[in-house]
């Protein structure tokens, strides 16, 4: 899932129960009344959901199966030449279905076994503390729904796809699942929000539209780029810049375009160092620290 709150369509509950997912002007399905409606429905079952439940099974369309189908199969080329090691090979090893849209509670026992790791539902934004705390309980709050079929490539939020497509498969493996698992435990760490969505920038500029060289090719690891159809086209085009913690901790980001700027490790083992050195070591003074310095320097 996607950090920050703009990013979400925001969900709301009337008195008499009704659940509105509030879709902006610009969304691709804002003036399709039988999209919102199904938003709506998608959002209410998640809603309704405790934990400790199994997640709500939603009974997918023929026009969702399909954008599915679409997107995995418009994919799997692009992965096959721009995805790190780790994810191609858990694509095999998961299993996920390619021809319809699985269930969560199937996208956990295909990636439980592997990895531990388990879905459950989200009906829009979880508060960041929630939804990096659980990782370190191997727990993934995922959406259910579905991009609009109008533009079965572009997504303005995340949705099932990008939860499990992108997601799914790196919780799969043991580098990368053990990065989410290690933002988690910092998170609990952490007693002051600020420092909190410090290291969800960290998150956003590695697990989501992190690069990595593995044997001398650029390849992605994040999993923003790797279930964005368009993103993984451009990442190469992109200016790189070293991994840094402080800067990407401190950068700005704009949801709503590509990512001008990517941050590039130079193997997998640099992201494990860098990266989840700082998940692995990180506290409130020594993020505040690096907080005091960035402002310093700025
Ligand atoms: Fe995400």
Request: glycine letters at 8%; hydrophobic letters at 40%; charged letters at 25%.
């Amino acid at each position: 899932m996607f950090e920050e709150a703009q990013l979400y369509s925001p969900v709301s509950e009337g008195e008499d129960g009704a659940v509105t997912v509030h879709l902006a002007d610009d969304h691709p399905g804002a003036g399709d009344p039988d999209y919102r409606e199904r938003r709506n429905e998608i959002a209410a079952a998640a809603l309704a959901w405790s934990p400790g439940d199994a997640p709500p099974a939603i009974e997918y369309t023929d026009t969702e199966h399909e954008v599915w189908r679409t997107v995995c199969r418009e994919l799997r080329p692009k992965h096959d030449s721009y995805a790190v090691t780790e994810y191609r090979d858990a694509i095999d090893r998961v299993g996920l279905p390619t021809d319809r849209v699985p269930q969560l509670d199937e996208v956990t026992a295909r990636v439980a076994p592997l990895s531990g790791w388990r879905y459950v539902p989200a009906a829009a934004l979880v508060p960041l503390r929630e939804f990096y705390g659980s990782l370190e309980h191997r727990v993934f709050h995922s959406t259910q729904y579905l991009r609009h079929p109008a533009v079965p490539l572009y997504t303005p939020e995340p949705d099932i796809i990008h939860e499990v497509i992108g997601h799914g498969h790196l919780l799969a493996t043991p580098t990368f699942g053990e990065l989410h698992r290690l933002a988690g435990e910092a998170t609990n760490r952490l007693q002051d929000d600020d420092n909190v969505a410090f290291l969800s920038r960290v998150f956003w500029f590695s697990l989501e539209f992190g690069v990595v060289v593995e044997d001398g090719d650029l390849r992605a690891y994040g999993a923003g780029i790797l279930s964005s159809y368009g993103e993984i086209d451009e990442f190469g085009g992109m200016e790189h810049r070293p991994l840094d913690i402080v800067e990407m901790g401190t950068a700005d980001y704009d949801i709503t375009h590509y990512q001008p700027v990517l941050y590039r490790a130079e193997s997998v083992a640099e992201i494990v160092a860098v990266v989840g050195g700082f998940f692995a070591s990180c506290t409130d003074d020594s993020i505040a620290a690096m907080r005091r310095g960035a402002k310093a320097v700025a």
